[in-house]
């Protein structure tokens, strides 16, 4: 298959994330909106372009008081820096369906490499004659390393708030005409 540009089919896709809490259980939350741009050959992704913003005021942990904190000065700080950007510098196959995609991501004002294992779930035409792709990602960023460093000593000695938060991805995406 050629080249093709595929956007997110929003209704189904997901991106969450999961941090260890007073470091005995793990929160949940997602970002609710995101957009990419693709172009790529899904079955061979080793010579796609990748580029993925997350609208970082959308975070939603189910909890409206820790939300409304992750979005000020302590963590995200998203009226100074509103979005996180991803763009893929390099893609290796692992094997089969399953690619290591590396690239830099800007969080905070800082832009590191990091590296998500991602999988091609598959490719299908849905009933009206569109042209579908799935892939699932998944990696860890640690918060630290992006000038997030908000935290509080515990009694124990331990921490509030992990520094890995892990990545999980889930994008069906539609190919453009």
């Known amino acids: 298959?050629?080249?093709?540009?595929?956007?997110?089919?929003?209704?189904?896709?997901?991106?969450?994330?999961?941090?260890?809490?007073?470091?005995?259980?793990?929160?949940?939350?997602?970002?609710?909106?995101?957009?990419?741009?693709?172009?790529?050959?899904?079955?061979?992704?080793?010579?796609?372009?990748?580029?993925?913003?997350?609208?970082?005021?959308?975070?939603?942990t189910r909890n409206k008081d820790r939300d409304e904190h992750l979005r000020n000065a302590d963590f995200f700080d998203v009226e100074q820096y509103p979005q996180m950007l991803f763009r893929a510098t390099s893609i290796t196959r692992v094997k089969g369906n399953e690619y290591d995609v590396t690239g830099d991501v800007t969080l905070h004002g800082i832009t590191r490499s990091e590296t998500f294992s991602v999988t091609f779930e598959g490719m299908e035409k849905d009933p009206w004659g569109n042209v579908k792709s799935g892939f699932s990602g998944k990696g860890v960023l640690n918060r630290s390393d992006y000038g997030l460093t908000y935290n509080a000593i515990l009694e124990t000695g331990g921490i509030m708030v992990g520094d890995q938060v892990k990545i999980f991805i889930e994008i069906e995406a539609a190919q453009q005409a």
């Open 1 to 60: 298959m050629a080249k093709s540009t595929w956007v997110i089919d929003a209704p189904h896709s997901s991106l969450d994330f999961s941090i260890r809490h007073l470091m005995v259980s793990n929160v949940k939350g997602a970002f609710h909106n995101f957009s990419a741009k693709v172009v790529a050959d899904p079955e061979d992704l080793t010579t796609a372009e990748i580029e993925f913003v997350i609208d970082l005021e959308s975070v939603d």
